[in-house]
């Protein structure tokens, strides 16, 4: 512990005595300060023992010693050491009276005792105090390192959470408590979510403190008052994972060294884990290939226990695009990132097997069909494509990284159809770009109607190209070409019918047919040019 007014008074050989303010005693010295000055504040930054001899001070006068102890007081000054047989053989009693006002701890100093013993005893208290807080730190460290190299991460937030006399928890990327300790810690660290969320959105390394201070091992209910730390973990652009530390005060030197170690040590398990994730990748890469080649069997034999869960159940395929990339002003960032967070973290909760693959412009997946990682990519284009519609192109849940992201999601398959699986992600993901949406699933496509498919420029001028003639007929005033060419194809060339609906005689539509045959140069005897004029009116008339 730092040096306090106590252990002072209680130092055999400074033969202190205390003469005001006995019930302040237990108050940290941060330093000894000699200042004759009558108004030394501006040279103090709190904590102080100030040492004096009075010797500027009309220290017999009531009122300029109240003013001058409640200057010292206000300034953060713990107590005042006052040297007799100097300038004044005992403390005058204006200096008494206002110190006990106060409640500023007053120390009558002896001739005998020179102010620089004094400074040497609370510089010698503060260096053993720092030598047993280091040493306690590497001990700390040592057993943060223990554990965490016999027990992993949990073992080593149940040190670090014994180390500080609180509690300790672990988030992944997507701000999910991925461990705690004690048990009851897990509880405490869920409401934390929203400040974890802040955290990340700052580059690393980053920390922030909630809460104030409190009781913290009441019950397992009773903590919402505690101190909470909360660093971020890892070293690239965005953060990989949160650590929160949550105690009834500030953490002391001690403490703080075994925080810093478990943060190094939870940070190079993060970095390691992403070499191994890159290598996993690799293997996914291989993997998809041999799907996508028609070859399933040498999938399932490289994939292992790696993936082989995921090839021995219905699946489907993500395939994600960001072309054009967006540029961001930092230059970097990965489009992909906030998609492969949440299906990673939700498929690593459920215990799901994920395959990812980045793929250039591209990033395809593989998540079980059904599972919590199809899910999470459902729900994250959703927030992503709300947050666009609120804020307009580039508004992201995280970052204007995800401007360009689209997504298409195939139907269930098994690994004989993974290359039909891919065709249909790619198709959602075409016609997703071409509504201007973010995500779309195949099932849509043959659950809905063609029409909207249409809405294609490339589409739309091919039917304004093929109708051009008719309108400009029409235009004259010379005939209903257009109505009556749409009445005749919705009734499957039905004359009485179709004639019926315009209120003509049939031969009068007959001659209207013959007029746009003549006019097109096309018969319309030939169903595919019924079929093309049916789209190109259906295509204009949606405009």
């Given amino acids: 512990m730092p040096p306090t007014l106590a252990s002072l008074v209680h130092h055999s050989a400074l033969k202190l005595t205390v003469r005001a303010g006995e019930d302040r005693l237990d108050v940290p010295v941060r330093w000894a300060h000699v200042s004759e000055l ?65 409640g500023l701890p007053l120390l009558e100093v002896p001739r005998r005792t020179p102010f620089l ?23 700390a460290q040592r057993e943060l390192t223990k554990q965490a190299l016999t027990d992993g991460p949990q073992g080593l937030l149940r040190a670090l959470a014994a180390q500080v006399d609180g ?27 929203a400040e974890v969320e802040r955290l990340r959105e700052r580059p690393a390394p980053a920390s922030a ?38 105690t009834a005060s500030a953490l002391g030197t001690a403490e703080r060294y075994a925080v810093h170690s478990a943060i190094a040590l939870l940070t190079l398990t993060t970095e390691r ?43 489907r395929v993500i395939v994600a695009d960001a072309s054009p990339a967006p540029v961001t002003a930092d230059g970097g960032g990965d489009p992909f990132d906030g998609l492969t967070e949440a299906v990673e973290s939700a498929a690593a909760r ?22 919590a990682a199809a899910e999470a990519c459902a729900q994250y284009t959703a927030t992503l494509e709300n947050a666009r519609a609120a804020g307009g192109a580039g508004a992201g ?40 949406r973010v995500f779309v699933e195949h099932e849509q496509l043959a659950a809905g109607s063609v029409l909207p498919l249409l809405a294609d420029d490339a589409v739309k001028a091919f039917a304004d190209g093929l109708l051009r003639a008719l309108h400009e007929h029409d235009a004259t005033g010379r005939g209903d070409l257009v109505a009556s ?19 003509v005689h049939r031969h009068t539509l007959r001659y209207r047919m013959r007029r746009v045959e003549e006019i097109l140069g096309r018969s319309l005897d030939d169903p595919d040019v019924r079929m093309e004029l049916w789209l190109a009116l259906k295509t204009t008339s949606t405009e």
């Avoid at 108004?39 to 006068?61: C, F, R, S, W």
């Avoid at 013993?117 to 001990?139: E, H, L, P």
């Avoid at 490289?302 to 699946?315: E, H, I, K, M």
């Fill in 38 to 102: 009558a108004d030394p504040v501006p040279y103090m930054e709190g904590g102080e023992l100030l040492l004096i001899t009075a010797l500027k001070l009309d220290a017999e006068d009531p009122e300029a010693m109240r003013r001058y102890v409640r200057r010292l007081a206000k300034a953060g000054v713990v107590g005042l050491g006052f040297a007799v047989g100097v300038n004044y053989e005992d403390i005058p009693k204006a200096l008494v009276d206002a110190a006990e006002e106060e």
């Fill in 117 to 139: 013993a004094i400074s040497k005893a609370v510089s010698a208290a503060i260096a053993a105090d720092q030598y047993r807080a280091v040493t306690a730190g590497f001990a």
């Fill in 167 to 193: 509690w300790a928890a672990l988030y992944d990327a997507s701000g999910a408590v991925v461990g705690a300790a004690p048990e009851w810690a897990g509880r405490r660290a869920g409401r934390l979510t």
């Fill in 209 to 246: 403190v909630v809460g104030g201070g409190g009781p913290v091992r009441s019950g397992p209910d009773d903590r919402h008052d505690d101190r909470v730390e909360l660093h971020s973990l890892g070293t690239g652009r965005r953060p990989r994972a949160a650590l929160a530390v949550g």
């Fill in 273 to 315: 884990s992403r070499s191994l994730q890159a290598a996993q990748q690799r293997i996914g890469a291989a993997v998809l290939g041999m799907l996508l080649a028609g070859e399933p069997d040498h999938a399932r034999a490289v994939a292992g226990d790696l993936y082989g869960g995921l090839l021995d159940a219905p699946f």
């Fill in 350 to 371: 459920a215990g799901e097997a994920v395959l990812v693959v980045p793929e250039g412009d591209r990033l395809v997946a593989l998540v079980a069909d059904g599972g």
């Fill in 397 to 436: 849940p995280e970052s204007g990284d995800e401007d360009g992201l689209v997504v298409g999601l195939s139907a269930p398959a098994g690994p004989i159809a993974a290359a039909a699986a891919y065709k249909q992600a790619e198709q959602a993901l075409s016609v997703a770009r071409r509504r201007g």
């Fill in 485 to 503: 060419l749409r009445a005749w194809l919705s009734r499957h060339g039905q004359w009485d019918a179709a004639a019926a609906d315009l209120g």
